[in-house]
T-cell receptor, first 118, second 108 residues
Framework: EAGVTQFPSHSVIEKGQTVTLRCDPI?????LYWYRRVMGKEIKFLLH????????ESGMPNNRFLAERTGGTYSTLKVQPAELEDSGVYFC????????????????FGQGTRLTVV | GIQVEQSPPDLILQEGANSTLRCNFS?????LQWFHQNPWGQLINLFY???GTKQNGRLSATTVATERYSLLYISSSQTTDSGVYFC??????????FGKGTRLSVIA
């Protein structure tokens, strides 16, 4: 079974340009998460989809970031326009289900997209 | 929100040595995962361990949820074990919260 897949693995863009990251979760996983690690710091939560709905987007840094998950399958994260501080590694993760207050199933992460804004 | 603290922040080992990494968390958790970020940046699942002890080869982990900590043991370390080890927890309805990681360097 394929794991979580992210495209591209690396992206170098100029400040002000637009970049779109893609994540294909494990088939059948309703939960999809985006995280990022900036400048070797902590891995921070960005947002959480349950199927096609945004469950929690409290971690999105500003309105330059737009995430979508059409049809509850793959997800895209667009940064427009990109700024220097957006550089980092963007991770996507998926899990089978998440019961509120109960045991959460294991989250599996993709290999990440390394974004460099110059 | 929940705080996750990992120690030590950095660790240098001679190949073949054993080590223990610690993860403390400030509140009760629904679940806990350990990850290894390898030099290529990939996050590899190591353990999914809300409580108790699990072993996988040279690695083992113990979570004592009532005392709010988890330990990751690495025995007979190898250079391929180098990288950053992250602990991450679920608490209530929060998303997975990561610690700052322990950077491990194993030298030959």
């Amino acid at each position: 079974e394929a794991g979580v897949t992210q495209f591209p693995s690396h992206s170098v863009i100029e400040k002000g340009q637009t970049v779109t990251l893609r994540c294909d979760p494990i088939s059948g996983h309703d939960n999809l998460y985006w995280y990022r690690r900036v400048m070797g710091k902590e891995i921070k939560f960005l947002l959480h989809f349950v199927k096609e709905s945004k469950q929690d987007e409290s971690g999105m840094p500003n309105n330059r970031f737009l995430a979508e998950r059409t049809g509850g399958t793959y997800s895209t994260l667009k940064v427009q326009p990109a700024e220097l501080e957006d550089s980092g590694v963007y991770f996507c993760a998926s899990s089978l289900y998440r019961d509120r207050g109960l045991l959460s199933t294991e989250a599996f992460f993709g290999q990440g997209t390394r974004l460099t804004v110059v | 929100g929940i705080q996750v603290e990992q120690s030590p922040p950095d660790l240098i080992l001679q190949e073949g040595a054993n080590s223990t990494l610690r993860c403390n968390f400030s509140d009760s958790v629904n679940n806990l995962q350990w990850f290894h970020q390898n030099p290529w940046g990939q996050l590899i699942n190591l353990f999914y361990i809300p409580s108790g002890t699990k072993q996988n080869g040279r690695l083992s982990a113990t979570t004592v949820a009532t005392e709010r900590y988890s330990l990751l043991y690495i025995s007979s370390s190898q250079t391929t074990d180098s990288g950053v080890y992250f602990c991450a927890v679920y608490s209530g309805n929060t998303p997975l919260v990561f610690g700052k990681g322990t950077r491990l360097s194993v030298i030959a």
